[in-house]
């Protein structure tokens, strides 16, 4: 693992010096539920068969609240109820096949209020 360079100024490094300057512990991540979270997003489902080989794609875009792990969690639900395979990675989540209508179903049902279909 590469650890990356960060030019500090002056200050900055005067106050890594001062053991009482040392920050506070990280804060962990809210304790709201997925259903919580989710009614925040404003998701958009579409199909997708670039790059595929001609395989369409259920592709589900603009998780903003969401960690990996609850994307994955909720990939998992919607993969297990399509009876298909799929994948979360880089916010969003992908579902074999044409299963738009059942995502948006699934997820409305989960407490999404703003999902629109887009694209064809």
Not at 12 to 35: C, H, R, T, W, Y
Not at 92 to 107: A, P, S, Y
Request: with cysteine.
């Amino acid at each position: 693992m590469s650890n990356p360079k960060k030019n500090l100024s002056w200050e900055e490094f005067q106050a890594l010096g001062n053991p009482d300057n040392v920050p506070d512990e990280p804060a962990e991540k809210e304790d709201a539920s997925i259903e919580e979270l989710l009614q925040k997003e404003i998701l958009r489902v579409h199909l997708d068969k670039k790059n595929r080989g001609g395989k369409i794609v259920t592709v589900v875009r603009g998780f903003e609240y969401l960690y990996e792990d609850e994307l994955s969690e909720l990939c998992k639900f919607l993969k297990n109820k399509c009876g298909v395979g799929g994948s979360a990675k880089n916010n969003e989540i992908l579902i074999q096949g044409n299963q738009r209508d059942k995502v948006i179903d699934l997820l409305t049902a989960k407490g999404v209020s703003n999902i629109k279909k887009s694209g064809g």
